[in-house]
């Protein structure tokens, strides 16, 4: 009786731990994308791959190959294959992309959404001239020219600052033209954005040194030691730009040193806009490549001149313009990062654009008025500054916001 009873006790844990084993087993081949297809006579366990979709704004419609399949924030499984994946929603412009779909692996579509009808706001209204922005991103000066010797003078724009009421309370004064025409000056920033360079020509040619933290009520004049401040800033920038080729690896660093004209690193130093110095091959950096990655197709063999992005922790490389308007003084550059490191805002044709860093969904979210070249993204990727007088030339342009959620 007893060793009966002990045999039934054995077969029950035998099953318990069969039951369990064949669930691990189940949740580990689910979870890599395997399900059942019971098309046909015959049900098959076949293998599939994982899209996440996902949209900024959420609540987006997916539309796969043309049929609405789920809504953002959420997980398919779909065959292996290349799809085309679109994400609508009302008052915003159709994300669409063809996505290459691979057997247990992960692939996004992740949507930035921008507005069809965009807001428009003013930050300044007394008009202001040759705005400038600091190396960080974060900060605008600015010349007001149209008031008196005291109101007069740089200014400074804080974006990063959280005014209670307006966007105009955001702006603070650090010198006026009581001492001197700095209204009229050229303006430089420091690489560390604690100081600005003001060259005045209205009186005797003059360069002071302006602290950005106050009213400089005394501007230092650096005229005659304005090679050593240069030196000085020179010296800063170098710094910077070896420690971001310092912390590539080794191969890349040869690479990006031969071949890459950078014009600028993304904000958070994983991708690079480049125009390429010579014609040549880049080879693989990471090997084997890595899985998961963005499947938009990328160019490797590069031509002198054109316009590419290089994203360093996928090592894939895409080309985005055959070529770029050269810089000219201190105006921006036409192509620029967007602050979320996945877009680049490009500048052309009186009309501004906004297109992913591999260049595809490139969208028209401004074709209003404005000076060009003088755009300028929000710190926290809600908006872009621009200088423009609404069509009225007999005005001095002012800054405005275009809201872009």
Do not use: C
């Not at 550059?333 to 500048?347: E, I, T």
Request: aromatic share 8%.
């Amino acid at each position: 009786m007893r060793s009966t009873l002990m045999r039934k006790q054995l077969i029950v844990s035998a099953l318990i731990l069969l039951f369990l084993a064949l669930v691990t087993i189940f949740v580990i081949i689910y979870g890599k994308g395997y399900r059942f297809n019971l098309k046909g006579s015959n049900a098959i366990l076949s293998g599939t791959g994982l899209l996440v979709a996902t949209s900024t704004p959420d609540g987006a419609q997916v539309l796969i190959n043309d049929h609405l399949t789920t809504a953002t924030d959420n997980t398919i499984n779909l065959a292996p294959g290349e799809y085309t994946v679109k994400i609508f929603k009302e008052g915003y412009f159709t994300w669409e992309k063809n996505i290459i779909i691979k057997k247990e692996v992960v692939s996004k579509a992740d949507a930035l959404l921008f507005p069809k009808a965009p807001k428009l706001e003013s930050i300044t209204n007394i008009g202001i001239l040759n705005p400038v922005i600091d190396p960080s991103k974060t900060k605008i000066a600015y010349l007001v020219a149209s008031q008196s010797a005291v109101k007069n003078g740089v200014y400074i724009l804080d974006m990063t600052s959280r005014p209670i009421l307006t966007l105009q309370s955001a702006s603070t004064q650090i010198a006026n033209d009581i001492l001197d025409y700095l209204s009229t000056s050229n303006i430089q920033w420091s690489p560390d954005s604690k100081e600005i360079l003001a060259a005045s020509g209205r009186l005797i040619k003059t360069t002071y040194l302006l602290e950005t933290n106050t009213l400089n009520q005394n501007p230092k004049d650096v005229t005659e030691t304005i090679v050593s401040v240069d030196a000085s800033w020179n010296k800063l920038k170098t710094e910077k730009q070896k420690a971001l080729m310092d912390s590539l690896p080794k191969k890349l660093k040869k690479v990006v040193s031969e071949q890459f004209n950078i014009l600028e690193w993304s904000s958070d130093e994983t991708k690079i806009l480049y125009e390429a110095s010579q014609s040549a091959e880049i080879p693989l950096i990471i090997t084997p490549p890595l899985i998961g990655t963005n499947s938009t197709p990328e160019v490797r063999s590069l031509k002198k001149g054109e316009v590419y992005t290089y994203d360093i922790k996928e090592d894939r490389n895409y080309k985005i313009l055959d070529f770029v308007p050269k810089k000219e003084d201190n105006s921006p550059l036409p192509l620029m990062w967007y602050p979320d490191s996945k877009h680049l805002v490009y500048v052309h044709s009186s009309k501004i654009d906004i297109m992913e860093y591999d260049a595809k969904n490139q969208t028209t979210i401004y074709a209003g008025p404005f000076v060009d070249g003088f755009v300028f993204p929000w710190p926290d990727a809600t908006k872009l500054v621009i200088l423009t007088d609404l069509g009225n030339p007999s005005i001095t342009p002012n800054l405005y916001t275009i809201g872009l959620k």
